[in-house]
């Protein structure tokens, strides 16, 4: 089954929800980054949660940025989704390796670390992006996330963010979900979403049983009956191009340019979410600094 993204609301009107099952994205990002497993179930946790997010924004050429830093051995971990939920995302130190924790899961939470920070970058094509920042709980993600949404925005939200390694270390289920509290629900229906949620158990264990995540929506909320609002698929898409890194290369001005062709005699850019590289040759650098030399 594809990856895939669904928005839902309670008939009630109470919550609205967002679900998604992300298997073969967090793989091909595992395949790109060459992430040992906590690397990976870090790193596909926080394509999920970003996912997620940036499909929440309807303006085209919006996205979101997702950046955890807790000061743990796996770095800055970095997501970033534009509006239809597609992602793409880096872990600084892929090849980290921790003992597993004492129940057997993998120990996201000391690779990430706990004295850190969850930060979110909304760009709505406006003058400057939206950021709001959070202190990191525990470094599990899901519950940093949750954090977020109550400090930040005020919206009492619950998330699930789950990544189920193989013993050959691919992916074998990967997803979550964001449910959130739409005005006017009372106490009582946190304690049926709480209730619910419990009964459901875990995300990696719903997407083993069927990777649809509408219907591990369903189970997560069997107490609610709920509206389907969207359907969509995903995946793992980088958005850079020759034109962009050459961009990037003119950026630097004429004269580091030249000290590039002095030095180096060329340059080789790889993108750091796919790994594609792009050759630039003498030719193609001294006709940036011509171009450039022509402007001053």
């Given at each position: 089954?594809?990856?895939?993204?669904?928005?839902?609301?309670?008939k009630?009107?109470?919550?609205?929800?967002t679900?998604?099952?992300?298997?073969?994205l967090?793989?091909?990002?595992?395949?790109?980054?060459r992430?040992?497993p906590?690397?990976?179930a870090?790193?596909?946790?926080?394509?999920?949660?970003?996912?997620?997010?940036?499909?929440?924004?309807?303006?085209d050429?919006?996205s979101?940025?997702?950046?955890i830093?807790?000061?743990g051995?796996?770095?800055t971990l970095?997501?970033v989704?534009d509006?239809?939920?597609?992602?793409?995302?880096t872990?600084?130190?892929?090849?980290?390796?921790l003992?597993?924790?004492?129940?057997?899961?993998l120990d996201?939470?000391?690779?990430?670390?706990?004295?850190?920070?969850?930060t979110?970058?909304r760009?709505?094509?406006m003058k400057?992006?939206y950021?709001g920042?959070?202190?990191?709980?525990?470094g599990e993600?899901a519950e940093?996330?949750?954090?977020?949404?109550?400090?930040?925005?005020q919206i009492?939200?619950a998330?699930g963010?789950?990544?189920l390694?193989d013993r050959?270390?691919?992916?074998?289920?990967?997803?979550?979900y964001l449910?959130?509290?739409?005005?006017g629900?009372?106490e009582d229906?946190?304690?049926?979403v709480?209730?619910?949620?419990m009964?459901?158990?875990?995300v990696?264990?719903?997407l083993?049983?069927?990777?649809?995540?509408?219907?591990?929506?369903?189970?997560a909320?069997s107490?609610f009956?709920?509206?389907?609002?969207?359907?969509s698929?995903?995946?793992?898409?980088?958005y850079?191009?020759?034109?962009?890194?050459?961009?990037a290369l003119i950026?630097?001005g004429?004269?580091?340019l030249?000290?590039m062709?002095?030095?180096?005699?060329?340059?080789?850019?790889?993108?750091?979410?796919?790994d594609?590289?792009?050759?630039?040759s003498?030719?193609?650098l001294?006709?940036?600094?011509?171009?450039?030399?022509?402007k001053?």
């Amino acid at each position: 089954m594809s990856d895939q993204l669904i928005r839902a609301i309670s008939k009630d009107g109470h919550i609205k929800a967002t679900a998604v099952s992300t298997r073969a994205l967090t793989e091909r990002a595992r395949q790109i980054h060459r992430t040992l497993p906590v690397a990976t179930a870090a790193l596909g946790r926080t394509l999920a949660a970003a996912s997620m997010m940036g499909n929440a924004l309807k303006e085209d050429g919006a996205s979101v940025t997702l950046q955890i830093k807790g000061g743990g051995p796996l770095g800055t971990l970095l997501a970033v989704s534009d509006n239809q939920g597609n992602v793409r995302g880096t872990v600084d130190n892929p090849a980290v390796d921790l003992p597993l924790r004492p129940d057997g899961k993998l120990d996201v939470g000391t690779a990430v670390g706990h004295e850190g920070t969850l930060t979110v970058i909304r760009d709505l094509n406006m003058k400057e992006p939206y950021v709001g920042s959070v202190g990191l709980l525990g470094g599990e993600i899901a519950e940093d996330l949750a954090a977020y949404f109550v400090e930040s925005e005020q919206i009492p939200t619950a998330c699930g963010l789950g990544v189920l390694v193989d013993r050959d270390q691919s992916v074998l289920a990967a997803g979550g979900y964001l449910i959130q509290l739409l005005p006017g629900a009372g106490e009582d229906v946190i304690a049926k979403v709480e209730g619910s949620l419990m009964a459901a158990g875990p995300v990696t264990g719903l997407l083993r049983s069927d990777p649809d995540p509408e219907a591990m929506l369903r189970r997560a909320l069997s107490d609610f009956d709920l509206e389907i609002l969207e359907k969509s698929p995903i995946e793992y898409r980088c958005y850079c191009s020759r034109d962009r890194m050459e961009r990037a290369l003119i950026s630097l001005g004429p004269e580091e340019l030249q000290a590039m062709i002095d030095e180096q005699g060329s340059a080789d850019l790889t993108c750091r979410f796919c790994d594609n590289v792009q050759h630039f040759s003498k030719a193609d650098l001294e006709a940036m600094v011509r171009g450039l030399q022509k402007k001053m």
